[in-house]
């Protein structure tokens, strides 16, 4: 084959390599963005959570069966997870730098937290090595993003190395045959435990039923109470007597039990708030006659009968 018959080969052989090559390009793409965003739940007794979507990265760690975790793409046989929910909370991420990028991390006075000032790589921990060992970028966090330290120390090879608070956005792998979609208990269960907000029941006619308002038990008004307390009871009023001096007696126990009612009410103009009444004086009772002169009308009303009486049986003339 001559050189001319190879170019014109490789001519028409371009374009049909081309086409085939952005077909894999779109079909690796479609793999990995199919997967939406779900809820999925370890099928398996324990599954191991990988720092990369093939056998030959190493784990971070077991998810235990039950557990759930949120994926967020799927490429080929592997779910794409992020690192939120409560399985993450016993892993942790690392950072380790040389001296040289000291600078991209503003450490507080305490040492238990940072400020990341550029781009600083969060390195999945290689539990089978030491931690200056692991090399497995999860996460990238920009600048202006705080860390939590719990950890720090230097590697062999004089890097500085800090064990913080795995992120929320770090990204994790778990083969999809040891996962399935959440039920919608399950899903409500998994915001519950993100939130610590319980799900609101669907039976509402059953909470309204077990929420009834209490009757309202029949008491006396805050005005009746009251009135109650401040009215002093009343003595009835007797007949009076046939001779006139049982008549002024009573006339003047009369004056006396009148005069003894109970005061007026003077309610306040706020119905709202009700305050103790204001009683209005009564006046005093006039003073009871003395004996003396008490006397002095009985001898005047047996006067007034002897002077009655005829003149024959009169006893004084």
């Known amino acids: 084959?001559?050189?001319?018959?190879?170019?014109?080969?490789?001519?028409?052989?371009?374009?049909?390599?081309i086409v085939s090559f952005m077909g894999l390009v779109s079909s690796v793409t479609a793999q990995t963005d199919s997967g939406k965003l779900s809820i999925a739940?370890?099928?398996?007794?324990?599954?191991?959570?990988?720092?990369?979507?093939?056998?030959?990265?190493?784990?971070?760690?077991?998810?235990?069966q039950g557990e759930m975790v949120r994926v967020i793409a799927e490429k080929y046989e592997w779910a794409q997870v992020v690192t939120i929910g409560p399985v993450f909370d016993r892993f942790h991420g690392l950072i380790k730098y040389p001296d040289r990028m000291a600078n991209r991390l503003e450490i507080s006075a305490d040492g238990?937290?940072?400020?990341?000032?550029?781009?600083?790589?969060?390195?999945?921990?290689?539990?089978?090595?030491?931690?200056?060992?692991?090399?497995?970028?999860?996460?990238?966090?920009?600048?202006?993003?705080?860390?939590?330290?719990?950890?720090?120390?230097?590697?062999?090879r004089g890097e500085t190395l800090h064990k913080i608070v795995l992120p929320k956005t770090a990204t994790v792998w778990i083969k999809k045959q040891h996962l399935r979609p959440a039920t919608a208990h399950e899903r409500a269960k998994w915001t519950q435990q993100l939130t610590g907000i319980a799900p609101v029941a669907k039976n509402t006619n059953q909470a309204i039923a077990n929420n009834k308002p209490k009757p309202i038990e029949d008491s006396p008004t805050p005005a009746a109470r009251v009135l109650a307390r401040d009215t002093t009871p009343v003595d009835p009023i007797t007949k009076p007597a046939t001779n006139p001096q049982a008549a002024r007696s009573d006339t003047n126990s009369?004056?006396?039990?009148?005069?003894?009612?109970?005061?007026?009410?003077?309610?306040?103009?706020?119905?709202?708030?009700?305050?103790?009444?204001?009683?209005?004086?009564s006046p005093l009772p006039k003073p009871r006659k003395k004996a003396a002169e008490l006397r002095l009308d009985e001898l005047e009303a047996k006067y007034a009968m002897l002077q009655n009486e005829p003149i024959e049986t009169a006893e004084i003339a």
Do not use: C, F
Not at 42 to 48: L, N, W
Not at 114 to 141: C, F, H, Q, Y
Not at 259 to 280: F, G, K, L
């Open 1 to 17: 084959m001559t050189g001319k018959e190879l170019q014109m080969k490789l001519r028409w052989a371009l374009p049909a390599l």
């Open 41 to 64: 739940v370890i099928t398996e007794k324990e599954v191991y959570i990988r720092s990369g979507n093939s056998d030959g990265h190493y784990p971070i760690g077991k998810a235990k």
């Open 112 to 156: 238990k937290s940072a400020r990341t000032l550029d781009r600083v790589d969060v390195i999945a921990p290689n539990p089978k090595v030491k931690p200056g060992e692991s090399w497995k970028m999860i996460a990238r966090l920009e600048a202006n993003q705080t860390i939590e330290i719990l950890e720090s120390g230097k590697t062999q």
């Open 254 to 281: 009369q004056t006396s039990v009148t005069s003894n009612q109970p005061a007026e009410i003077v309610m306040q103009p706020d119905p709202e708030r009700i305050q103790t009444p204001r009683q209005v004086k």
